[in-house]
C-alpha cells in the first residue's frame, strides 16, 4: 500500500496519483509517511488501516485537534512591503506636520502682545528707533513719518535705563486691546513708570497671527493749531502745509492749519510777502496751538506797508472832502470786511466825514484842504495778525466867516496815527482798518 505524503490516505500499490487529493505518489516502498523508519504494511493489517483511515476521512477532530492542521502545513501571511515612493511620501508628510506646528507654536510667541510689548519698549531703552516706529499704532499723516519720529525721538530720548519690568495691566472686554506697565530704572535717577496699551489691527501677521501695535501714552500731538497772517506759506520740519490742513478763520486776517505731530519740538518756517524769512522752533508739550508772533517787514516792505496806509490816510480825507461816493474807496479794504460790522464802521466814518467838509452858507467855517507829512510807521503781529501804525502830523487849511470879516487859516496837529491789519489778497495787501485818525480838530 502506498501512503499519500501530502494527506496521509492509503492508496492501491499501482496506484500513482493519491485518491483523495490528487498528489502524485513517486515512491514505490509503503511506507508510512508519518514515521519513516516504518515497514511495509503486511497484509493482514491492510484491513485494519484502511478503516482506521476511514474513520480519520470521516471525522474532523482527533483528541480536540484539528486533523487537517495536524497534516496540512498552514500557508504563511504574506506581508506588503511599502515601496521606497510611498515611505518617502510619509516621511514628508510626517515633516510637514511638524514642521506646521513648530511655525504655529513660533508665530503665536513672536505675535503676542506680551512679545510686541516686551519688544517695544527694549527698541525704547537701546535707542532702536526703527523698530519702535514699526511697532506703533499711528493714523495716516503728512507729519508722523518715520524720519520725523527718529528727530523727534532723538531730542527726548531717556538716557541710561539699565532695567525693566513689564506686567500687564488689564484689557478691553472685547479682547481687542491689552494693556501693560512698564517700570524701569534710570542710572542716578530711580526708577519711573510708563504705560503702553496695544491695540488689535485689522490685517494679521504672515495670514495667520493677530497683528498688534503699541499706543504710547502721550506720544501725539493731536489736532495741533498753528495761526499765521493770512497769506502766509509756512512749513513744519521742512514739510510745507496745504491748504487742505486749514481750517475756518471766521474772516480774522489769519489762516489757521490744524495737523496732528509727534509730541515734542519741531521747527517752523514762515514766508509772508514783504516780510523776512521766519526761522524758529516750537514745543507742542507746551500747548495745544501755536500763534505766529515773530514776521518782521524787510527795508523795502516796511516801506511798501507805509505806503499803503498812508494812501488809505490820503485818500480817504482828499474823497471824503470832494464828495465822492463810499464806493470809490471800498477797493482798498479787504473783502473780508464786507457784511461786517468793520465794514459798517469804515462806511459810517466816511459818511460823517464828507458832511464835516462839506460847505453849507451858515457855517463860520468853511474846510479847504488837509496835507499830511513828517511820516513814521511800526510793524507788529497781534493774535497772528500782521498789524502796522503810521504817525503823521497834519495840516488843515480853513476860510472863517463871521464877526469882523472873512480870513483863511490853517490848523496843525502832530504825532497822531491811523492804523489797519494787513490781509494779503489778490496778490496785494488790502486793509482792515482800526482807526482812521485820532479825530483831527476838524472833526
Sequence with gaps: MRFCPSCGTMNGDDDRFCENCGTKLDREDNTNPQNPDSHAIPDEEYHNAGQQTNEMEGSLHYDDKTVWEEQIPA??????????????????????????AAFFVAGNHKYSPETVAERFFAAYASGDWETMYAHLDLPEGAFLQEDMFEKMMENSQIQGITNYNITPA??????????????????????????????????????????WKVWMDGILSEDYQITVPAGTRIAVDGTELSDDAKIASAGSG???????????????TAAAPWCEMYESEFNTSEGGSLVLSGLTPTSEGSLAFQAKLQEMLETFYSSAASGADFSEIEGMFAAETENTDIYDNIKDRYEDLKDSMSHDADDYYTFNQITFDNFSFESYMENGMLMGELYFDYTIAYTYSGFGGTRSDTSTGTNNSVSAVFIYEEDTYKLMPASITNYLWWQ
Excluded: W
Excluded at 254 to 268: K, P, R, S
Design 170 to 211: 488689564g484689557g478691553s472686554e472685547d479682547g481687542i486691546s491689552r494693556n501693560y506697565s512698564v517700570e524701569y530704572s534710570i542710572a542716578g535717577s530711580g526708577t519711573s513708570s510708563m504705560n503702553l496699551s496695544l491695540v488689535q489691527q485689522g490685517d494679521n501677521e504672515m495670514l495667520f497671527f493677530d497683528n
Design 254 to 268: 489769519t489762516d489757521t492749519y490744524q495737523l496732528t505731530l509727534f509730541n515734542g519740538v519741531h521747527t517752523i
Design 75 to 100: 500557508a504563511p501571511i504574506q506581508k506588503k512591503k511599502l515601496s521606497k515612493l510611498q515611505k518617502a511620501v510619509i516621511a514628508e508628510a510626517i515633516c510637514l506636520i511638524v514642521a506646521v
